[in-house]
């Protein structure tokens, strides 16, 4: 079946980079997202790469994927306070509009 | 980008009401819109699918009589709790998609439901 991991919490200081990491256990997965939630707000969508693809770049975020290892990471560059949130990493196996399958979701706190 | 909006952000009501969600999708046609639950400090749980024009998919476990979903339009989808009763206190979310295969969900803000 399918399933996401993370881990559950990171803390860093401003201006380090933050690295969020993902385990997948579906390799038919076709869609791989990185949503941020703040405290009481919806979900963001921050990025998101094909499985065709090992890394896209977006401003301070890098995304790599390693499908052999079924791997996904979020790198921010530069962190800032205004980057602790939880983020969530998501899968889905066939379309933009099929079901997402969710991590539990990584806090991350930066310190000042 | 693409942005979905959800009303009430926050909604305080007795025991035995019922309470009627709305999400839209503002700049794009939601063929499919989908409706989370989120416990706090927990992932979402998806309750249901929505495709516009058809009756909602439900998972496993949710009352598909105590959760009205209806999609009646390509922007509009709506989920009303029936009776609701403090134990369906919790952050409810949507999220809506074209059916563009390249195109990923956008989640509205979410709805915080607080039943006294």
């Known amino acids: 079946g399918e399933d996401v991991e993370q881990s559950l919490f990171l803390s860093v200081r401003e201006g380090d980079s933050s690295v969020i990491n993902c385990t997948y256990t579906?390799?038919?997965?076709?869609?791989l997202y990185w949503y941020k939630q703040e405290p009481g707000a919806g979900l963001q969508l921050l990025t998101y790469?094909?499985?065709?693809?090992d890394m896209k770049q977006d401003q301070r975020l890098t995304v790599l994927l390693n499908k052999k290892d079924k791997h996904l990471s979020l790198r921010i560059a530069d962190t800032q306070t205004g980057d602790s949130a939880i983020y969530f990493c998501a899968e889905t196996l066939s379309s933009g509009y099929s079901t997402l399958t969710f991590g539990k979701g990584t806090m991350l706190l930066v310190s000042p | 980008g693409a942005v979905v909006s959800q009303h009430p952000s926050w909604v305080i009501c007795k025991s035995g009401t019922s309470v009627k969600i709305e999400c839209r999708s503002l700049d794009f046609q939601a063929t499919t819109m989908f409706w989370y639950r989120q416990f706090p400090k927990q992932s979402l749980m998806l309750m249901a699918t929505?495709?516009?024009?058809?009756?909602?998919?439900?998972e496993q476990g949710v009352e598909k009589d105590k959760f009205l979903i209806n999609h009646a339009s390509l922007t509009l989808s709506t989920l009303t709790v029936t009776s609701a009763h403090p134990e369906d206190s919790s952050f409810y979310i949507c999220s809506a998609s074209s059916q563009v295969a390249t195109q990923p969900q956008h989640f509205g803000d979410g709805t915080r439901l607080s039943i006294l």
């Open positions: 929505s495709n516009e024009g058809s009756k909602a998919t439900y």
């Open positions: 790469i094909f499985s065709n693809m």
């Open positions: 579906d390799s038919s997965s076709t869609y």
